[in-house]
């Protein structure tokens, strides 16, 4: 007998280890989800850093919450949203326990777009784009929540599902001084990675830079220079939203703000088509 490697662990993650963070991963009672043909369910995946982890100071629950799940990347179930939002990052004691994505994803319900939504947050704080593109240590997060979904039978191909990506980062690219054509050619790889893993869909790209009360002009250039409105759609200004509706530190949203914000993403994103 011939002993040969074991394949590789398709759902192995690498996570960042960043100092006052850790990812997500806590879990209560799974919930069964069955995928109903004759309705339509949007699955809703979120990467980008802190704006789109459990960050906003209060807990947020949908108020459709029999129809708006999460699928945990770590053990690929799912899961009611009722504390942090499982696969992004929380600060124990610091931040949170709210996340936009939650609100944004409760707005699909709400506004009748659609029946279900699968939300698949996996967003890491303090990161920046180099650290999701090809060489960087995030770079298969994407490519594994896909695998989780195609093991639970769901994919872009699945009859009344649509898939969208929502993409949330610049703060650290504004501090780090990224070029525009550096961060253009780092997000086109985190995009292209994710059609390579079997995302079909639309994405989404926020206008997001402010960290203090400062931006990226050469960021948000990149950010804005990307939508083609084919593929790539605009998935809100969220630089437009001043101190009033952030935190102490006037980089991370208030509750007032969470909600502003979810709502400029949710009408972008309506505004495609969804």
Not at 19 to 40: H, M, V
Not at 67 to 89: K, M
Not at 156 to 175: I, M, R
Request: overall charge neutral; proline content about 4%; glycine content about 10%.
């Amino acid at each position: 007998m011939v002993d040969f490697p074991a394949p590789p662990d398709p759902f192995v993650l690498t996570d960042m280890t960043i100092a006052g963070q850790a990812a997500f991963r806590a879990t209560g009672t799974p919930r069964a989800i069955t995928i109903n043909p004759a309705q339509k369910t949007l699955v809703l995946l979120v990467a980008g850093q802190s704006l789109w982890t459990n960050i906003t100071p209060t807990l947020f629950t949908p108020a459709n919450s029999t129809v708006v799940s999460q699928l945990n990347i770590y053990d690929g179930a799912f899961y009611p949203i009722t504390s942090n939002v499982l696969g992004s990052s929380f600060y124990q004691g610091t931040f949170g326990p709210g996340n936009m994505s939650a609100r944004v994803a409760d707005q699909f319900v709400s506004g009748g777009n659609f029946n279900n939504v699968i939300l698949v947050n996996f967003a890491v704080g303090s990161t920046a784009v180099a650290d999701w593109a090809s060489g960087g240590t995030l770079y298969e997060r994407g490519a594994v929540a896909m695998k989780r979904l195609a093991a639970r039978g769901i994919t872009p191909g699945t009859t009344g599902v649509q898939f969208a990506y929502l993409w949330g980062q610049g703060e650290a690219d504004k501090t780090a001084g990224t070029s525009q054509s550096a961060y253009a050619a780092a997000l086109g790889q985190v995009l292209s990675k994710m059609t390579a893993s079997g995302f079909v869909g639309r994405f989404f790209v926020c206008k997001e830079t402010w960290i203090s009360g400062a931006v990226s002009t050469a960021v948000q250039a990149a950010q804005v220079g990307i939508v083609d409105n084919v593929t790539i759609f605009s998935g809100g200004d969220l630089d437009s939203f001043n101190a009033t509706y952030r935190q102490a530190d006037n980089t991370h949203p208030n509750d007032t703000g969470a909600a502003a914000m979810a709502t400029a993403v949710y009408n972008a994103m309506v505004a495609s088509g969804y």
